[in-house]
């Protein structure tokens, strides 16, 4: 298992010399351009709600014939989906490390998704960074469950994660907040996240005040360890513990592949089965 340990961040200097991935180059299909072509913006005064509505219908793409073996891929789940992300990477798709999170609130059972960065990934779960004090963090909180999704679109694959959160410690929470660029930092700091504000311009002005604290742009500070933000107790990490893997490839006539893995509690062994598409 420890063979399988990386982190996101060392992927950008992984690259396959014998097999590379080839960069795909991004066409607009044809039927998108006909759509895009015939696309008007409606007089707001005359639309009715029935002309604004734009029809989507006709979007489809016809995906490749390249299959995902259920005999052939490997017993554990991290070691494909390391190999998957690293192609991700090798392919140069925009922000490859992009994820959905999704959470629920228990009370009102009410679901929430947004997009998160993975940070690092290992036999032990998978770690990004965020405001404990945000949306997300509070329904984590009450309700640990979550899920996330990988969207690789030119290389035609999708994963799909599920398992129980808990925090990382507070060792790798200063580690990985100092190795963040400094405005990041201050970014960190300047908001409150998930709270609503007035306007932008509040925002940038509690931005501008903490540069002005730390001498953002100051030579003297640049090169001085003696003051630096300290990293706000609300600020950390969170680590899903995967139950459930889906790895999906998409196929012709849209009988796509789904391989789905999830794990024995009594055992902790990866089972692996083919699902209908």
Request: glycine fraction near 4%; proline fraction near 6%.
């Amino acid at each position: 298992m420890a063979a399988f340990c990386t982190n996101v961040i060392s992927f950008v200097r992984v690259f396959n010399a014998s097999n590379p991935i080839p960069k795909r180059i991004h066409k607009i299909p044809r039927n998108q351009q006909r759509i895009i072509r015939n696309l008007s913006v409606p007089n707001h005064e005359s639309a009715t709600k029935s002309n604004m509505i734009l029809d989507i219908s006709t979007l489809r793409k016809e995906y490749s014939s390249e299959s995902l073996d259920l005999d052939t891929i490997p017993k554990n789940p991290f070691e494909l989906f390391t190999k998957w992300i690293q192609e991700a990477i090798q392919s140069e798709i925009y922000e490859p490390n992009a994820m959905c999170l999704s959470t629920c609130d228990p009370n009102t059972l009410q679901p929430s998704s947004r997009i998160v960065l993975l940070k690092a990934v290992n036999d032990s779960g998978f770690v990004w960074f965020t405001n404990y004090e945000s949306r997300k963090g509070l329904e984590l909180e009450m309700n640990p469950n979550a899920s996330l999704v990988f969207w690789w679109g030119p290389l035609e694959r999708s994963v799909r994660v599920e398992g129980r959160v808990e925090k990382v410690n507070e060792k790798e929470n200063d580690s990985y907040f100092y190795s963040r660029p400094l405005l990041s930092q201050l970014g960190a700091l300047s908001s409150d996240q998930s709270r609503v504000i007035e306007s932008r311009e509040l925002l940038d002005e509690k931005l501008a005040a903490l540069k002005s604290e730390f001498g953002v742009g100051n030579e003297k500070f640049e090169s001085s360890s003696e003051k630096k933000p300290k990293r706000p107790s609300h600020w950390g990490g969170y680590r899903l513990v995967p139950s459930r893997f889906e790895f999906w490839k998409g196929r012709e006539s849209r009988l796509h592949d789904r391989i789905e893995y999830s794990v024995s509690d009594s055992t902790s062994e990866w089972k692996k089965v083919r699902l209908q598409p």
